[in-house]
């Protein structure tokens, strides 16, 4: 059913609502309504991520190093990040990103280069065929995602963005302590 905001299919009603109504059948007064957000996150989290591994497959690239040379390309001139500040922006561990960065070196899409003023830091710099890899892929990637979301209307796509910061600030926020 299309709800005329330029979305598609407008259920009334899922597993997830069925979900719901069985524990709150089952255990009456036990607070539920955290599954309607939640759980919509894991399911969506889930297709998502199998979708965007396959997607990338198709473009040629693995996910952890569209993340690399992504977050390195968003840097601006001249590509380069230190390996924490890298590791920090795309959400893993020094030595994922160590490891990552190995990887991409090994292929040519980056490179480690020494800090001229501390010699102990070390930056990771998109390399040409880094940044020709990413800008061929990138487009392709986000042109896909935008079918993704073609359900919602501009303006709820606006209000889900806003909805789901604050839950990632609050949640992050959560994590840190």
């Excluded at 969506?44 to 198709?58: C, F, G």
């Excluded at 990887?103 to 003023?117: I, L, M, P």
């Amino acid at each position: 059913m299309d709800d005329g905001t330029g979305g598609g299919e407008n259920p009334s009603s899922d597993e997830v609502d069925e979900i719901q109504r069985a524990w709150l059948r089952e255990r009456p007064g036990t607070p539920v309504s955290s599954i309607g957000v939640i759980t919509r996150i894991w399911h969506i989290a889930k297709l998502l991520e199998d979708d965007r591994r396959a997607t990338m497959l198709e473009l040629g690239m693995d996910a952890s190093t569209r993340t690399l040379l992504s977050t390195l390309r968003r840097a601006g001139p001249p590509y380069r990040l230190s390996a924490g500040e890298l590791a920090k922006r795309c959400r893993v561990s020094p030595g994922a990103i160590s490891q990552q960065t190995a990887r991409a070196e090994r292929d040519g899409h980056v490179r480690r280069v020494k800090s001229t003023s501390d010699r102990r830091a070390v930056y990771v710099e998109l390399t040409e065929a880094g940044h020709e890899l990413i800008e061929r892929t990138v487009g392709d990637l986000l042109e896909h995602e935008e079918t993704l979301v073609s359900a919602l209307s501009p303006a709820q796509r606006e209000q889900l963005a806003d909805l789901l910061r604050i839950l990632l600030a609050d949640l992050d926020r959560r994590a840190r302590r």
